[in-house]
């Protein structure tokens, strides 16, 4: 992979985490635009060195020993599992944020899937999630605390 090739993958998760954190944004949530591009980014950036460092040193070390660099797309799943966990909070009988912890997680996969060169799934991953949120808070409000018992709307940062 060119430099070039690894500055658009980056791009294009930036561009659309972006987009996931507008909508966070744009409904006052405490993890909008910035958190979700750079989270986005991020993502891509690790993915991209892996398999950048990947086609420099190829999969074997000086001792003639498999090397996996690509585990650096594994660590991103923990590593984010512990920034989105810092947006849950619970007060009183009520859990705040899992809405937002949940995008910055799919904003993490889509700039995984984009750093990996996947433009087609990582855009449907955002168009995806962008349903998820925008459409499905319309179902929510419409069926109402008395209709759901199990509404989301109580349990999450909407």
């Given at each position: 992979?060119?430099?070039?090739?690894?500055?658009?993958r980056?791009?294009?998760?930036?561009?659309?985490?972006?987009?996931?954190?507008?909508?966070?944004?744009?409904t006052?949530?405490?993890?909008?635009?910035?958190?979700?591009m750079?989270?986005?980014?991020?993502?891509?950036?690790?993915?991209?060195?892996?398999?950048?460092?990947?086609?420099?040193?190829?999969?074997?070390?000086?001792?003639?020993?498999?090397?996996?660099?690509?585990?650096i797309?594994?660590?991103i799943?923990?590593?984010?599992?512990?920034?989105?966990?810092?947006?849950?909070?619970q007060?009183?009988?009520?859990v705040?944020?899992?809405?937002?912890?949940?995008?910055?997680?799919?904003?993490?996969?889509?700039?995984?899937?984009?750093?990996?060169?996947y433009?087609?799934?990582?855009?449907?991953?955002?168009?995806?999630?962008?349903l998820?949120?925008?459409a499905?808070?319309?179902?929510?409000?419409?069926l109402?605390?008395?209709?759901?018992?199990?509404?989301?709307?109580?349990?999450e940062?909407?």
């Open positions: 992979m060119s430099e070039f090739e690894a500055l658009f980056v791009g294009v998760a930036t561009v659309l985490g972006a987009l996931l954190g507008l909508e966070r944004e744009m006052g949530k405490p993890a909008g635009l910035r958190t979700h750079l989270v986005a980014e991020g993502a891509a950036l690790f993915m991209v060195v892996s398999i950048l460092l990947t086609e420099q040193f190829g999969v074997f070390d000086a001792a003639n020993v498999r090397v996996d660099v690509t585990r797309g594994s660590t799943v923990t590593g984010v599992g512990f920034l989105g966990a810092g947006m849950i909070l007060s009183r009988d009520r705040y944020g899992l809405t937002t912890a949940a995008g910055i997680w799919v904003a993490a996969a889509i700039g995984t899937v984009a750093g990996s060169g433009y087609v799934v990582s855009v449907f991953g955002t168009v995806l999630g962008l998820t949120l925008v499905l808070r319309v179902v929510e409000r419409r109402g605390p008395e209709e759901s018992t199990h509404s989301l709307e109580d349990m940062d909407d």
